[in-house]
């Protein structure tokens, strides 16, 4: 089945450790990609997102992403994380021939960052 | 600004029980949508709108019935909760050609 898939389910870091989670989907053809985050307690919120144009693409607090359509890839990546960074971290997709309406998630990455 | 609006919040039902969630957003979005988190498995799509009268399904609709009679308002019904509808709901509203989701705060349902 198509799906999008983020490889790690949990992840602990200490401050100032570089971040990068993987995300890869299985869509053919032209896709729009997103990470969400959601902080405890909160809802959902986008951090970044990939339509076209240059793959490597820069959002809110210092995340920054890169598009590998070779490897179907859409990672998210910061170089030095704070303890606020702890939060749940979703890849979304917005496959092909659906007009933009459906958007698929990954199963989420939960980041918690040592102080 | 209160973007998307969802109640209840919290809610407990017993199996075989209807209740319905409530969703508005004041945004002017046409596209809307239901989905549920459950652990381990990211958020799945139930039901979405692409405008008022138009609804399709998503990823898991069985179980769930939607309505959409107003832009502002957007529905989610469970006719005869199971505990396996025991989940966090979020309505999201989309914002047209950017495509960025704007979400609820979510209502967590558990079914005993």
């Known amino acids: 089945a198509q799906s999008v898939s983020q490889h790690n389910h949990h992840v602990i870091l200490s401050e100032a450790a570089s971040l990068e989670l993987g995300c890869n989907y299985s869509?053919?053809?032209?896709?729009?990609l997103f990470w969400y985050v959601q902080y405890p307690g909160q809802h959902l919120q986008l951090l970044l997102k990939y339509f076209s144009g240059d793959p490597l693409v820069k959002g809110i607090k210092g995340f920054e992403a890169e598009f590998i359509k070779s490897k179907f890839s859409f990672n998210l990546r910061k170089p030095s994380v704070q303890w606020s960074d702890t939060a749940e971290y979703f890849c979304?997709?917005?496959?092909?021939?659906?007009?933009?309406?459906?958007?698929?998630f990954g199963a989420g990455t939960r980041l918690f960052v040592k102080a | 600004n209160a973007g998307v609006t969802q109640t209840p919040k919290f809610q407990v039902l017993k199996t075989g029980q209807s209740m319905t969630l409530q969703c508005a957003q004041d945004?002017?979005?046409?596209?809307m949508s239901w989905y549920r988190q459950d652990p381990g498995m990211g958020l799945r799509l139930i039901h979405y709108s692409v405008g008022a009268g138009i609804t399709d399904q998503g990823e898991v609709p069985n179980g769930y019935n939607v309505s959409r009679s107003t832009t502002e308002d957007f529905p989610l019904r469970l006719l005869s909760a199971a505990p396996s509808q025991t989940s966090v709901y979020f309505c999201a509203s989309r914002r047209p050609v950017t495509g960025e989701l704007f979400f609820g705060e979510g209502s967590r349902l558990t079914v005993l």
């Open positions: 945004m002017n979005h046409e596209y």
């Open positions: 869509y053919g053809g032209t896709v729009n």
């Open positions: 979304a997709v917005t496959p092909p021939n659906t007009g933009g309406f459906k958007t698929i």
